[in-house]
């Protein structure tokens, strides 16, 4: 039981620390969310292709670097939505602006 309750907090904890590392990042830099988006894929696929046995630690780090990318791409793209630089589908006021 105590085993799961860490689990638990460690995503939680891993869910708003990407929410956070998005912010400071949007902050710092202009990153394209499809960059980041499809960079998430790569870092599992590449490793997996070159090297045949991968250590568990390593795997686990790199699922952890994913879920991070990918939280970063779908906060990017809220972040975007709120402020109203891209189109959503819910989003149909006129204050759309195309740059």
Not at 33 to 50: E, K, M, N, Q, Y
């Amino acid at each position: 039981m105590l085993i799961k309750i860490i689990y638990i907090l460690f995503f939680i904890i891993l869910f708003l620390a990407s929410i956070f590392i998005t912010k400071f990042i949007n902050k710092k830099f202009n990153v394209n969310r499809w960059i980041i988006g499809l960079s998430a894929f790569l870092v599992i696929i590449v490793p997996s292709l070159i090297f045949k046995n991968i250590d568990n630690i390593v795997m686990n780090i790199i699922y952890i670097i994913f879920i991070v990318m990918c939280i970063m791409f779908f906060e990017t793209t809220r972040i975007k939505l709120e402020n109203n630089k891209i189109k959503g589908i819910l989003n149909f006021d006129d204050k759309y602006k195309k740059k």
